[in-house]
């Protein structure tokens, strides 16, 4: 493992990185993944992979072999098995329960076309379906409990929002498929994950995650939401806007990886730009400084 930092005396770091295998990482994964990846080596701690395939329409049969090759070209080697989300129905069904016995989760027969001029769902199906013969989501009610969530981002700072003006996410879709919100909570706690960091278009998804913590009996992890990457055009850098897959080659890969440091605020020397991937990981393990992270969104310079 190339630079591991060990702390001696300190708690274990767990971190993840958990794309969903619906295509290929870009240059904006990668950002993400890099500085998860950086954030735990750093600290001597553990780096987890886990495949958010649990909505299996999405996610084409051999993407998550291209998802294992692109990070391995790029020296981000993971900790233990590969975890997929598919293998773990059981464990959702129980948080889902827990939840229903503690009167946290309600089903819910109402459409999105029904409610959505409304800008948030507004919680008509809390004391039982509107249309029962409908088949129901399950939603978490956010109108019990302290109505504010408040947490440190190690970015961002000291975090208030309010879950009332968010309204009771989907925790099991109509369909009968696990929803993102529910799964991402257990699935951290599962694997003791203690750090989190991903891009800031997840941050106001924090505030029913932390509350379906505390309603489970979940240790919260600390939270870092990165900048987000936008593109020439202007546009976040995202699969749904044709962001390009990142390369498998080699002399394609050690500046990307350079250009994925500088944009982190890292300043890696100019010598090191086509220098291997284990070399430029080495030096960015040693001098690791996510507190220079930058306060807006960053641009990519190159295409590929």
Request: charge should be negative; glycine fraction near 8%.
């Amino acid at each position: 493992m190339p630079g591991t930092r060990h702390v001696e005396n300190g708690p274990a770091v767990v971190g993840r990185f958990a794309p969903t295998p619906s295509g290929p990482l870009h240059f904006g994964s990668l950002l993400t993944a890099l500085a998860s990846w950086l954030d735990v080596r750093a600290r001597g701690g553990r780096w987890l992979l886990r495949m958010e395939d649990i909505d299996p329409p999405r996610c084409p049969p051999g993407a998550s072999d291209t998802i294992l090759e692109q990070l391995d070209a790029f020296g981000l080697y993971h900790d233990g098995a590969v975890d997929y989300q598919q293998d773990h129905d059981s464990d959702y069904q129980q948080a889902l329960d827990t939840l229903v016995e503690r009167g946290m989760a309600y089903p819910c027969s109402c459409s999105r076309k029904e409610w959505q001029h409304l800008g948030v769902y507004p919680g008509w199906c809390r004391q039982g379906p509107l249309h029962p013969e409908r088949d129901c989501a399950w939603r978490l009610r956010t109108d019990i409990g302290e109505p504010a969530i408040h947490w440190q981002d190690r970015r961002l700072g000291q975090q208030h929002w309010s879950l009332p003006e968010l309204g009771d996410v989907v925790l099991k879709r109509r369909d009968g498929l696990w929803a993102y919100q529910l799964a991402v909570v257990v699935d951290d706690a599962r694997q003791g994950v203690t750090d989190i960091v991903r891009g800031v278009d997840l941050l106001d998804n924090t505030p029913w995650q932390i509350r379906l913590q505390q309603a489970l009996g979940y240790t919260t992890p600390e939270y870092l939401h990165l900048p987000l990457v936008i593109a020439g055009n202007g546009q976040k850098l995202s699969k749904q806007n044709l962001a390009p897959a990142l390369s498998l080659q080699d002399h394609a890969v050690r500046p990307l990886l350079h250009e994925a440091l500088t944009l982190l605020g890292q300043s890696p020397s100019q010598t090191l730009c086509h220098a291997p991937v284990g070399e430029q990981l080495k030096a960015a393990i040693d001098g690791w400084q996510p507190h220079v992270l930058s306060s807006h969104n960053v641009q990519q310079t190159t295409s590929k």
